[in-house]
């Protein structure tokens, strides 16, 4: 088992940045992927930006202006999101996939306002 905590959402105007955090902890030594899912109102849940041990990968509506890293122990994943656009609003959710199981943060909004 794996639990996730999210931190970092909130209220930001156009233009500004917020940086999110997800700590993992529990079963961390079999965790292969971590990313960011966001869910706008009414909308289907999408990819934000993914990390493992070969490869990051970014949506393209956030490329360029959002970084996802990890910090050593590689049991917290973080998202910097510059340049934040209304459009960006949504519920963002932490994803850890570890062994043969995929498990979900508890969500944070992020509301950009213009």
């Known amino acids: 088992q794996v639990q996730l905590v999210e931190s970092g959402g909130g209220l930001v105007t156009a233009g500004g940045s917020l940086r999110l955090s997800c700590e993992a902890s529990g079963s961390i030594a079999s965790i292969k992927r971590m990313g960011w899912y966001r869910q706008a109102l009414g909308k289907q849940r999408e990819l934000v930006a993914a990390?493992?041990?070969?490869?990051?990968n970014y949506a393209d509506s956030v490329k360029d202006r959002f970084t996802i890293s990890r910090d050593n122990a590689k049991t917290t994943v973080f998202l910097q999101m510059n340049s934040l656009k209304v459009e960006d609003t949504a519920v963002y959710y932490c994803?850890?996939?570890?062994?043969?199981?995929?498990?979900w943060g508890q969500g944070t909004q992020v509301t950009v306002s213009s």
């Open positions: 990390i493992n041990s070969e490869s990051i």
């Open positions: 994803l850890v996939i570890a062994g043969w199981s995929t498990y």
